[in-house]
């Protein structure tokens, strides 16, 4: 028999679990991934921080139905899911994350003058790896 005092988990091993870089760098990682496509996709309805049809190439424009305001409205839906997917279940969110980017870079190297944002992309797929990465170590050793 417990009492409402006893405890059968120890703060211990969490304390010692937020001190890990790695596992800091995990968190960073997650609550950046989650939080960035969310708000991205939700600027796609809106267009305040940028006109995201500029930023859609030409051929793709040519082969999806509608608009490229009508592509960005799908575009916004799968960045939001995405965002979710990070938060819920990180391990498979940052390879989503990861192989969104990866069709992004396509597009943006197709577009003229938009090299640098294509590399900068790059760079944010890296990030996404590197979280699906450690979600999978840190799942590995989530206390049950």
């Known amino acids: 028999m ?7 988990t120890s703060a211990a091993p969490q304390r010692a679990r937020l001190t890990d870089p790695g596992y800091q760098a995990f968190v960073i990682l997650r609550i950046g991934f989650t939080v960035a496509p ?3 996709g939700l600027d796609k309805f809106t267009n305040l921080l940028v006109d995201w ?18 592509a ?3 575009v916004g839906a799968i960045e939001i899911v995405a965002g979710l997917a990070v938060a819920l279940a990180p391990r498979f969110g940052g390879w ?4 969104w980017l990866a069709g992004i870079i396509v597009n943006l190297l197709t577009i003229p003058g938009h090299y640098d ?5 790059f760079g944010l797929l890296l990030g996404a790896v590197a979280l699906a990465r ?11």
């Open 53 to 70: 049809p500029t930023y859609l190439a030409p051929w793709i424009d040519d082969i999806v139905p509608g608009s490229a305001q009508t």
């Open 117 to 121: 944002v294509a590399l900068r992309d």
């Open 38 to 40: 969310i708000l991205f």
């Open 134 to 144: 450690l979600a999978q170590r840190y799942h590995a050793q989530r206390p049950r």
């Open 72 to 74: 960005m409205y799908a």
């Open 2 to 8: 417990s009492s409402a005092t006893t405890s059968t």
């Open 96 to 99: 989503l994350v990861a192989g």
